[in-house]
């Protein structure tokens, strides 16, 4: 699945189906038992990795997700990690910045928010709006953001030398998809709280974000990209989750050995 | 549940029966189907917390976890909460303060792991291991123990005042279900990182920890202390999360209201 979603030299995201599903060719409801069949082992791998970083283990894993409004983000965390141990999780949505982030340079909030070792973090918009937003909005002049996305590299190299897997997701609807949801929240008074009148003027803005994203993909590559088709819903979760795996097993996490005498302890116990 | 399981004027932790389940006459299996069905309301639940905030709302939930080494409050965390979006928990597992946390007083670590606004937090451990530990093992000179139950009752006072629903929570475990647990754990190779010899050194001052614990539920007392007998993981579970339901039913919440024209935004996006 990684490859298949990863965002190689020349991806054109205007050319990828946001219906499709990549590398699965089933329905629905195979897509929700293949979630329902992989949480087990995503948890198992993230209770090893837990227990690596009691024994001194650096390893953490980052998941990064950006989209366009609708596109499912927050369904992410709560259906792929949904099954971890919430303790071992650390997810953080983005908001636009406090006057306070403000003052410091664009990566000063997201280091505090980074997983220590032995975490899945997970970021609901991240660094990447100050090459996004900013580029749409013009929130920032051409040159500072044309800087940050060396500094964006850089930052992500340092994150990966440190023991972070870094993977970068973005979650790929079409501008009709996100009519429908809106739509959805529109018309359901227990979703009208997520329906911000400002989605809207965002919305109209919606090639120079594709532009955005697409420039931000090719400009920020050292650590890749991968762009999930996110329409279904289903799919896009099933594919999240399977990139945790494969990263994840790429670890070769195991259960630490114990550092003491265990029938040693055994006696202890016993006596006590 | 709640009235049930609240440590009253007069109450004894030592005739507590660890093995009891209170206000549940079924067995393991019915115990759990109840925790399944309760968990959807639970969800409910913190969502409509998370959305009254995003509208203003200042109300969040505290869930302090305290108890013995293997008492499952992890599990806790994990089966109670495992069903909610893990955007809407923050959950923290308080260690051993680092030098930086000692030179401040001890509340200071505490109030920078409190919910935000919409968020339920979840203490694993907590100020209280300063009137605990610190007790047992004399890491404080006893007046200024005896000194942190008024602060401790101050702070939660604060807490309260502030939005915060405090839901504080005792496991209770027998010493012997204590004894079969940590046996589990060395006789388990995937177990091995979860046991620590200090562990032992922890059990040999069983009866000093129960007799701290009395006395902090006593002295603490101005938000009301619940004590769950934990010895059945499914019973205990079950009870913090019928706590939580009781405690977050009395909140009223609700799904917000609008604050802009439906009708005028459905033509707005209609036209986009």
Redesign the interface.
């Known amino acids: 699945m990684e490859e298949l979603l990863r965002a190689n030299e020349g991806f054109d995201l205007s050319t990828l189906d946001a219906g499709s599903t990549p590398g699965f060719t089933g329905k629905k409801a195979d897509g929700e038992k293949a979630l329902e069949l992989g949480s087990g082992e995503l948890a198992t791998l993230q209770e090893k990795l837990f227990?690596e970083s009691?024994?001194g283990g650096q390893k953490s894993v980052l998941l990064v997700l950006q989209a366009m409004d609708t596109a499912g983000k927050?369904g992410i965390?709560?259906h792929v990690?949904?099954?971890t141990?919430?303790?071992g999780?650390k997810?953080f949505?983005f908001k636009a910045p406090t006057d306070e982030e403000k003052q410091h340079d664009f990566l000063w909030r997201i280091r505090k928010q980074l997983p220590p070792a032995g975490y899945i973090g997970?970021f609901?918009r991240s660094h990447y709006e100050d090459v996004l937003i900013h580029r749409v909005r013009g929130f920032s002049t051409p040159e500072a953001i044309e800087e940050r996305y060396g500094l964006i590299n850089e930052f992500e190299a340092e994150l990966v030398a440190s023991g972070t897997t870094l993977i970068k997701v973005m979650l790929h609807i079409s501008k009709d998809e996100q009519?429908e949801r809106?739509?959805a929240r529109?018309d359901d008074?227990?979703k009208?709280?997520?329906?911000?009148?400002g989605d809207?003027d965002e919305?109209?803005l919606w090639a120079d974000y594709q532009q955005a994203y697409q420039v931000a993909i090719e400009r920020t590559g050292d650590v890749p990209w991968h762009v999930i088709p996110a329409n279904h819903k289903w799919y896009a979760r099933l594919a999240v989750q399977r990139l945790l795996l494969e990263k994840m097993r790429e670890l070769k996490l195991d259960?630490?050995?114990?550092d003491?005498d265990?029938d040693e302890?055994?006696a202890?116990?016993a006596d006590?």
């Open positions: 227990a009691r024994f927050g965390v709560d990690l949904g099954d141990n919430p303790q999780v997810a949505a997970v609901d009519k809106l739509e529109l008074p227990t009208h709280w997520k329906f911000n009148p809207l919305r109209a259960w630490p050995k114990a003491y265990v302890q055994k202890r116990l006590s």
